[in-house]
């Protein structure tokens, strides 16, 4: 079966930090990955999505960007976050144009 | 831009009635239907798929699906307490498109 791991599980950083949350899946080859951020008491954000190795399409023009080095990690970084980043962050991946799963999640707060 | 639109809520309904949540879809290519959960605090999980007009139903969980009228409902016998979340309606576009569009979610609380 598939499993998708995130971690950190929580983090808080100050603001002009740098930011790196990972996520891997296990039992699956070649998925769609995707991050969102969820902010308190709001919807899911979609932020970047990857359809294969170093194929990378951005939703929202920000401070963030995302890498994926291999096939089944998916990488989220900053340089310098803002009080904004503030929120839950979600990778999720799927298979072609299927049901899509969530991870755990990172729940940041920007101090 | 599409949209997928959701009553915010709280809806409440007591034990062991029937809750009724719904969701409309602006793009009328969109092919795929899913419903999502999601505890406080913890992330989304998927409960429920559709992808053709009609029900269908999972245990307690009924999923309907008209095309025509844009719409996607989800129904719950049986409400219990553990049902109290938020549940997220995600269509999924056109072919090709590889993105879910999630509506905001209704706030849905069962009282005892």
């Known amino acids: 079966s598939q499993t998708i791991h995130q971690w950190p599980a929580t983090l808080v950083q100050p603001v002009g930090s740098p930011l790196s949350l990972e996520c891997t899946v296990e039992?699956?080859?070649?998925?769609?990955l995707y991050w969102y951020r969820q902010a308190a008491g709001r919807g899911l954000q979609l932020l970047f999505y990857?359809?294969?190795?170093?194929?990378i399409s951005s939703e929202v023009p920000q401070n963030l960007s995302a890498s994926r080095p291999q096939d089944r990690q998916f990488i989220l970084s900053s340089k310098k976050l803002l009080l904004s980043d503030s929120g839950f962050y979600l990778c999720a991946w799927n298979r072609g144009e299927s049901e899509q799963y969530f991870g755990p999640g990172t729940r940041l707060t920007v101090t | 831009q599409k949209e997928v639109e959701q009553n915010s809520g709280p809806l409440s309904v007591p034990e062991g009635a029937i809750a009724s949540l719904n969701c409309t879809y602006s793009d009328r290519g969109s092919q795929s239907f899913f419903w999502y959960r999601q505890y406080s605090g913890k992330s989304p999980e998927l409960i429920m798929s559709i992808y053709s007009n009609g029900d269908k139903e999972d245990g307690r969980f009924t999923a309907q699906l008209n095309k025509a009228s844009q719409y996607v409902s989800l129904l719950i016998r049986d409400s219990q307490p553990s049902d109290s979340a938020t549940y997220l309606c995600a269509v999924w576009g056109r072919a090709g498109s590889y993105q879910l569009t999630f509506g905001k979610g209704t706030k849905l609380s069962v009282i005892p």
């Open positions: 039992g699956t080859s070649n998925p769609n």
């Open positions: 990857s359809v294969g190795i170093g194929q």
